[in-house]
């Protein structure tokens, strides 16, 4: 497999030993969205551990083992070990995808063509108002209360609980379930952002 363009557009963001690596497992990912720990030791003829944490570090994989009956980030548990599959979250595989074909990183680009395919109306607002949650964000997380503003700064006020559902659904976001705390201080649910989307690069512009 030719991850030649994908590894230079990890690279943009990530220094780690394990980006080709990485690169490797993502590419596979994307035919099914998902990939086995089998599968993923199978491709490296190596020790897929470090490239498995550094995906769910960045969110680019999802580990399916949850502690509940649910996708939320916060109940998954990341296994290392044959059995173990993890999946790919919507918006990651335009992401990979962009990648694989111009070496270069493009959340605008990838969020767009999410929420095209889920069919939001509002689909070319989308790179804009998340990157503006992005903003708002802090050390990657932010209420609902904020995300309320947002929407209301971009004429969604009256659409905020769907699109937080789209959010959710697209994998841009995920409620931060096991923060009681921080949500009790806040007075609301807290949400975490998917770092994947929030990479500083040169040259990213939403592309049709």
């Known amino acids: 497999m030719d991850t030649r363009n994908l590894n230079s557009a990890l690279e943009t963001f990530l220094k780690e030993d394990a980006v080709n690596q990485l690169a490797k497992i993502l590419t596979y990912a994307l035919k099914t969205g998902r990939i086995s720990y089998?599968?993923?030791e199978h491709i490296l003829d190596d020790d897929p551990e470090d490239a498995l944490i550094l995906a769910d570090q960045q969110r680019l994989l999802i580990p399916?083992?949850?502690v509940k009956d649910t996708l939320e980030w916060d109940h998954s548990v990341l296994l290392l070990k044959p059995g173990e599959i993890y999946k790919m979250p919507n918006v990651v595989r335009y992401l990979?995808?962009?990648?694989s074909?111009?070496?270069q990183w493009y959340p605008e680009y990838a969020v767009a063509q999410t929420f095209?395919?889920?069919g939001e109306p509002k689909w070319n607002?989308?790179?804009a108002l998340v990157k503006k949650l992005g903003e708002e964000a802090s050390y990657n997380r932010l209420d609902a209360v904020q995300i309320k503003q947002v929407c209301s700064q971009f004429g969604l006020r009256?659409?905020?609980?769907?699109l937080i559902s789209g959010l959710k659904g697209a994998g841009v976001m995920s409620p931060k379930l096991s923060s009681i705390a921080e949500v009790q201080r806040a007075g609301s649910p807290i949400y975490e952002l998917n770092p994947s989307l929030f990479i500083l690069t040169s040259g990213?512009?939403?592309s049709n």
Do not use: I
């Open 101 to 103: 074909r111009t070496g």
């Open 96 to 99: 990979v995808e962009q990648a």
């Open 204 to 206: 990213n512009e939403t």
């Open 158 to 162: 009256d659409r905020v609980d769907s």
């Open 125 to 127: 607002t989308m790179p």
């Open 38 to 40: 089998e599968e993923a």
């Open 64 to 66: 399916l083992r949850s």
């Open 116 to 118: 095209r395919e889920m």
